[in-house]
């Protein structure tokens, strides 16, 4: 494996289409994502090229985005929300709205809702950073800046819980390597995924 470490930084507005475009291209064939944009590869990338933006939006606006460039060109996305943040208010409903509308059939809409609203609700109340989404590039993947991703957001998370959901096995794999532990295994849209929590360490008395 590659060992370079690769400079993190935040993204801003002007970098948002081109982290949608990663997140795309990276989270294409996930599993969740065929039940929800459809079976057909081209179709479900075009959708959610449509998606991300207003999702990546959302994070800019309430918590922070990061990214790894190589070559001038943007090559992996992550995405914090900090405690107290994951859920939306109905003025930030109504914002995504548009995009939820726009990005996907009127019969993937209804599975677009019932995907969201099921994370939603198994949420932790505990405070907790959210993160996600973690996205590298496919011809970037397998070189460890994955790993640097997630090393980042401990480091960034010190002290707090974290927390994230997955529908990867490949994932839960990996992210139990830095201390996350499966909290659920929630089935939607004949999906499994997995609910993890990194927790905070013990505060010394």
């Not at 930084?9 to 795309?24: I, M, N, W």
């Not at 809702?113 to 970037?140: C, E, F, N, Q, Y």
Request: net charge positive; charged share 15%.
């Amino acid at each position: 494996m590659n060992t370079k470490r690769y400079a993190i930084q935040p993204l801003g507005k002007s970098d948002l289409f081109a982290a949608a475009e990663v997140c795309a291209e990276a989270m294409r064939d996930n599993p969740i994502h065929i039940e929800v944009f459809g079976a057909a590869a081209i179709l479900r990338q075009r959708r959610l090229r449509r998606f991300f933006p207003g999702m990546l939006g959302y994070l800019h606006r309430k918590g922070s985005l990061y990214g790894v460039y190589a070559e001038e060109n943007l090559i992996a996305v992550l995405g914090m929300l900090p405690p107290g943040h994951c859920q939306p208010s109905i003025l930030d409903i109504l914002r995504l709205l548009p995009t939820l509308l726009a990005c996907n059939s009127p019969i993937g809409t209804v599975r677009l809702a019932i995907w969201l609203s099921t994370w939603a609700k198994i949420d932790p109340t505990t405070p907790h950073w959210h993160l996600g989404p973690l996205s590298v590039a496919p011809a970037w993947q397998g070189q460890g800046i994955g790993t640097q991703l997630i090393e980042f957001a401990c480091s960034q998370g010190c002290g707090d819980n974290l927390y994230l959901e997955t529908d990867k096995p490949s994932n839960v794999e990996l992210y139990s390597k830095f201390g996350f532990s499966t909290l659920a295994t929630p089935i939607t849209l004949n999906t499994r995924s997995w609910v993890m929590m990194r927790h905070a360490p013990a505060r010394k008395a």
